[in-house]
């Protein structure tokens, strides 16, 4: 199997779902559990806005780290994970589908897939993950900025009650239907589609480049698909970070006092570039980079080790 990415045209049996689902629900829940806590302080440093005299809560990544670790504890960091890893599952396998069902069919008639068609089927992937993704990512956020929220009213000599992501969601679906639970669509969108155009066709070449097995299959050594998931995802999570951050501010439905409100992509732009600069745009971009290289480094590596097929007791078709 040369790429989970790019399937050979003669194979007839290469989109069967259910390994596709099973292998990308495995990889997504190991992925988060191991980086969710980066995740965490992703989002705080992305939502956190910079006071009128330059202060700010958190000084760095470690800084929010140090402080979340010591104001939440160890379970604490973990805020928002149930629901991440709830959805983390359909939200992998779409996109690994995905990805494998449009690069099939934009093939040329000889069998190629020049790396703008590789383009187009990961832009495309991206974009049919958005269903999944945005309520996942809106649920997540809230829960993990609400102890940045907590310790700012806090030292304001206020108390925010505790909530969770059901009261969440269910409060957004009684005052908002269903479009509550799908606020930020848009920067979701420019996020994921962005992001799958530049990491599906580098993870393929990367892979492409690496040692073959001894076994005559021609798929690579499983270490080569994960560290070219690792590099392709890292270069991907900053390339598309100013979108992150867009997404991240516009789906923090509770501000902290003070904080500015946002109407839409154009508008957090511009609000976001007028008081905070250009750099505001890659803030969390470190973390992002450490959470999602080995997230996506083990969802191809489990997508190649075919853990679904040993469990189903299933033939592993050559992809």
């Given at each position: 199997?040369?790429?989970?990415?790019?399937?050979?045209?003669?194979?007839?049996?290469?989109?069967?779902?259910?390994?596709?689902?099973?292998?990308?629900?495995?990889?997504?829940?190991?992925?988060?559990?191991?980086?969710?806590?980066?995740?965490?302080?992703?989002?705080?440093?992305?939502?956190q806005?910079?006071?009128?005299?330059?202060?700010?809560?958190?000084?760095?990544?470690?800084?929010?780290?140090?402080?979340t670790?010591?104001?939440?504890?160890?379970?604490?960091?973990?805020?928002g994970s149930?629901?991440?890893?709830?959805?983390?599952?359909?939200?992998?396998?779409?996109?690994?589908a995905?990805?494998?069902?449009?690069?099939y069919?934009?093939?040329?008639?000889?069998?190629?897939?020049?790396?703008?068609?590789?383009?187009?089927?990961?832009?495309?992937?991206?974009?049919?993950?958005?269903?999944?993704?945005?309520?996942?990512e809106?649920?997540?956020?809230?829960?993990?900025?609400?102890?940045?929220?907590?310790?700012?009213?806090?030292?304001?000599?206020?108390?925010?009650?505790?909530?969770?992501?059901?009261?969440?969601?269910?409060?957004?679906?009684?005052?908002?239907?269903?479009?509550?639970?799908?606020?930020?669509?848009?920067?979701?969108?420019?996020?994921?589609?962005?992001?799958?155009?530049?990491?599906?066709?580098?993870?393929?070449?990367?892979?492409?480049?690496?040692p073959?097995?001894?076994?005559?299959?021609?798929?690579?050594?499983?270490?080569?698909?994960?560290?070219?998931?690792?590099?392709?995802?890292?270069?991907?999570?900053?390339?598309?970070?100013?979108?992150?951050?867009?997404?991240?501010r516009?789906?923090?439905?509770?501000k902290?006092?003070?904080e500015?409100?946002?109407?839409?992509?154009?508008?957090?732009?511009?609000?976001?570039?007028?008081?905070?600069?250009?750099?505001?745009?890659?803030?969390?971009?470190?973390?992002?980079?450490?959470?999602?290289?080995?997230?996506f480094?083990?969802?191809?590596?489990?997508?190649?080790?075919?853990?679904?097929e040993?469990?189903?007791?299933?033939?592993?078709?050559?992809?």
């Amino acid at each position: 199997m040369t790429s989970s990415s790019s399937p050979s045209v003669n194979s007839a049996n290469q989109f069967a779902l259910l390994p596709k689902i099973v292998n990308g629900g495995i990889a997504g829940i190991i992925g988060v559990s191991c980086v969710f806590p980066l995740d965490l302080v992703k989002t705080r440093l992305q939502n956190q806005q910079v006071g009128p005299n330059g202060e700010k809560m958190y000084k760095s990544m470690f800084d929010c780290f140090k402080k979340t670790y010591k104001a939440e504890g160890y379970f604490g960091m973990y805020r928002g994970s149930a629901v991440n890893i709830l959805l983390i599952t359909p939200e992998k396998a779409i996109k690994l589908a995905a990805n494998d069902f449009f690069r099939y069919h934009l093939r040329t008639k000889d069998g190629q897939l020049p790396v703008t068609r590789q383009m187009a089927a990961g832009g495309l992937a991206g974009f049919c993950q958005i269903v999944v993704t945005t309520p996942m990512e809106l649920l997540k956020i809230q829960m993990q900025d609400a102890g940045r929220l907590a310790a700012q009213a806090k030292e304001a000599g206020k108390t925010i009650p505790k909530t969770s992501a059901t009261q969440i969601a269910t409060e957004l679906l009684k005052t908002k239907g269903i479009s509550g639970l799908y606020k930020g669509t848009g920067a979701t969108m420019l996020r994921d589609v962005s992001f799958s155009v530049v990491y599906f066709p580098l993870f393929a070449t990367l892979n492409d480049l690496g040692p073959r097995k001894a076994d005559g299959s021609g798929e690579a050594v499983f270490w080569c698909s994960f560290l070219s998931g690792c590099a392709a995802g890292s270069f991907a999570a900053l390339a598309v970070n100013p979108f992150d951050v867009i997404k991240t501010r516009l789906q923090a439905i509770k501000k902290a006092e003070g904080e500015m409100q946002f109407n839409g992509v154009a508008d957090c732009i511009k609000k976001t570039l007028t008081n905070e600069g250009p750099q505001a745009f890659f803030k969390g971009g470190l973390c992002r980079m450490i959470v999602i290289a080995p997230l996506f480094g083990i969802a191809q590596t489990v997508y190649f080790l075919g853990v679904a097929e040993s469990l189903l007791g299933m033939k592993q078709t050559k992809v």
